[in-house]
């Protein structure tokens, strides 16, 4: 019998010729991200348990982002980056991308890709539970806690139970103009629950996956986790290979599942079918259509972070905000510094896609996650009180963006923009179709 | 660290479902060290303060983990409904609860991230219930989980409910984490006697 994508990775790095769902085993890791909240705890656990001089077991394969709580006069926050920063200086660590630097980036899980660390084939682990993002690439990606990361620190190895794999079978050619891979992976969260997919790999394939750009791919990974999931995958392909080649000369090997694998359940869904969603407070399962929910009141729109803080989902906003002002207070937050650059240079109809933000009315953020998960409270658009939001983000448990009291309304930047417009939740549709005409 | 095997006993304090790590230590304590005796207190004061007050302690709700101004729990056991701990990966969370003073989870499911950084870090032991029962158990009764028989005791209702046993996760539980596991399997070298 074959395996599945992500049981081949596991066998591939555990030295098997084959694993089952179910198995614990050793897997070598090819890169390990951290950040500033889990970085200082996992070093210092590192230290106690390797001893104060130790070394980490590979310095190219380890990976420190800097991101959450940035622009902060937080002194503790500050803290946990000079932690960082010492620990890079002192194990000689190429891949550290420091605060107040041209190297600094912004939000890790999109960085990984932009900096060429996720390949095909490969296993990486984060420090971040969004690090299953990376599984677009076709590649074995998951997050961890800190122990599990000093541990790799030190030895390069992590203990791994191979999930079952659940497949998402994807039918149709083209993603309608108003649809977004946000309202594909809402549907399936509010279709399975927030633990359907828990200790389980989610596989994105089908033929309708060669309608979803890199970006939209990474969307729908960054996501499994809000299903439960331990990864999110999808087999590379030349949409997967060129966007790689373009960031790294790093080898890697393409794994693909075999047809004749076994898969714990298999859903579909035809992409032309399906319409514009929402997760209402508080859980990322609580869906609606857009359409159900038509006309709730609003008093703050977002767009920002690792799952709706990318290039094309500015391009996204900026097609319905262009010409437009909005009624909401609306913030912009770019996941990296290069999608910030990206906002002055991509233009819509000749306009830098920074100026039709401005024009319209929006506040523009430092590339950070700020916002996503509420942070000090001097975070930038943290919601601090009874705010009614709707966001492009992943999360709307009670207090995620800040206040206990806050209400968010997870949704696709085409419909976070159309709301910000008209200053109530408003489906897509009604502009998207306007600009057609 | 987790003590292997013996019956733990303490204090229920009870939850609903989908408890996640944001409800569990919300975002803005994630600041602290956890390695300095002092500023660790906070996770202590502040664990579970994310959960809306009238589901924080049922059934009556309205009653914080940790009391006003103290950094130690009175309860020791959590008893909670589904998925338990989703969320974000931050070890912050498991770590919290332990240095609130829980011992012990019983839920009938986890998120996966949660109940790996419970077991690997020692930190508490997450059992898996059979059934549901959150809404069995009162916040403030007095329970004793029974490893040997897998069996949940609740002394002052006198009742007992089975408990599912660890399984593959068991052996790195008793040893009281990862590296302990790795240390006696002669993966990780013995430790050099810590001078602190
Ligand atoms: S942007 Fe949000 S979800 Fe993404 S890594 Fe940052 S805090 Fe986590």
Redesign the pocket.
């Known amino acids: 019998m074959g395996m599945t994508l992500t049981e081949k990775i596991l066998a591939n790095h555990s030295g098997r010729d084959r694993v089952s769902p179910g198995d614990n085993v050793w897997v070598d890791v090819d890169v390990l991200m951290t950040?500033d909240v889990c970085g200082p705890p996992a070093i210092g656990i590192f230290k106690h348990q390797f001893g104060e001089d130790a070394r980490v077991w590979d310095k190219e394969k380890l990976v420190i982002i800097p991101?959450?709580y940035i622009f902060t006069t937080d002194k503790y926050a500050n803290r946990n980056v000079d932690i960082l920063r010492a620990f890079a200086a002192d194990q000689d660590l190429p891949y550290f991308y420091d605060v107040g630097t041209d190297s600094y980036k912004g939000?890790?899980?999109?960085a990984l890709p932009e900096e060429g660390f996720t390949r095909p084939g490969e296993v990486l682990f984060g420090t971040?539970?969004?690090t299953c993002?990376a599984g677009a690439f076709g590649q074995f990606a998951t997050g961890i806690g800190n122990t599990d990361a000093a541990f790799i620190m030190g030895t390069g190895k992590l203990w791994v139970k191979v999930p079952e794999t659940m497949r998402f079978v994807f039918e149709g050619k083209k993603l309608p103009p108003y649809l977004m891979a946000k309202d594909i992976i809402l549907q399936i969260i509010g279709d399975i629950g927030t633990d359907g997919a828990t200790y389980r790999a989610m596989e994105f394939a089908g033929p309708g996956i060669k309608a979803f750009t890199m970006e939209d791919r990474m969307t729908l990974t960054?996501m499994a986790i809000e299903a439960g999931g331990k990864n999110g995958v999808v087999e590379p392909d030349e949409i997967t290979e060129e966007y790689v080649r373009s960031r790294t000369n790093h080898p890697y090997t393409k794994v693909y599942s075999d047809p004749d694998a076994k898969y714990y359940s298999e859903h579909y869904y035809n992409i032309e079918e399906m319409v514009p969603m929402v997760a209402k407070p508080h859980s990322p399962d609580n869906k609606a259509t857009v359409e159900e929910v038509e006309g709730t009141w609003l008093n703050r729109a977002y767009i920002?972070?690792?799952?709706g803080?990318k290039l094309s989902d500015f391009k996204a906003a900026a097609e319905i905000l262009h010409g437009n002002k909005v009624k909401l207070d609306t913030y912009i937050v770019p996941?990296t510094t290069e999608i910030a650059r990206g906002l002055e240079t991509e233009t819509h109809f000749g306009i830098p896609l920074i100026e039709i933000f401005r024009e319209a009315g929006c506040s523009i953020g430092n590339a950070?996650?700020?916002a996503?998960?509420g942070?000090p409270a001097d975070t930038f658009g943290r919601l601090n009180s009874d705010e009614v939001c709707i966001s492009s983000?992943?999360?709307n448990y009670p207090g995620r963006m800040g206040s206990k009291q806050a209400q968010v309304y997870l949704a696709s930047p085409y419909s976070v923009a159309a709301s910000a417009v008209t200053g109530v939740i408003t489906d897509p549709r009604v502009f998207i179709q306007e600009t057609v005409i | 660290m987790t003590q292997a095997k013996k019956p733990i006993k303490g204090k229920a304090f009870v939850l609903g479902k989908n408890i996640d790590t944001d409800q569990i230590i919300p975002?803005a304590h994630l600041v602290y060290s956890l390695e300095d005796p002092e500023e660790r207190k906070f996770y202590g004061k502040y664990a579970l303060s994310g959960v809306p007050a009238a589901e924080s302690g049922l059934p009556k709700g309205n009653i914080p983990l940790t009391r006003e101004g103290m950094t130690e729990s009175e309860f020791a056991i959590i008893v909670a409904s589904d998925n338990f701990g989703c969320g974000?990966s931050r070890e912050h969370a498991p770590a919290a609860l332990e240095i609130a003073g829980i011992k012990a989870i019983i839920s009938p499911s986890y998120a996966r991230i949660f109940y790996r950084n419970s077991v690997d870090g020692g930190f508490l032991i997450p059992f898996e219930s059979v059934e549901d029962l959150s809404s069995r158990i009162n916040t403030g009764d007095e329970l004793e989980i029974d490893q040997e028989n897998h069996l949940l005791k609740n002394l002052s209702q006198n009742t007992e409910y089975p408990i599912k046993p660890l399984g593959s996760v068991a052996d790195i539980v008793h040893a009281g984490g990862i590296f302990e596991y790795a240390r006696q399997n002669g993966m990780v070298p013995k430790r050099k006697p810590v001078t602190e």
Do not use: E, P, Q
Request: hydrophobic share 20%; with cysteine; aromatic share 0%.
């Open positions: 950040h991101d959450h939000v890790c899980h999109v971040d539970s969004h993002t960054n920002g972070s690792c799952t803080g996941a950070s996650c700020a996503c998960l942070g983000t992943n999360r | 975002a974000s």
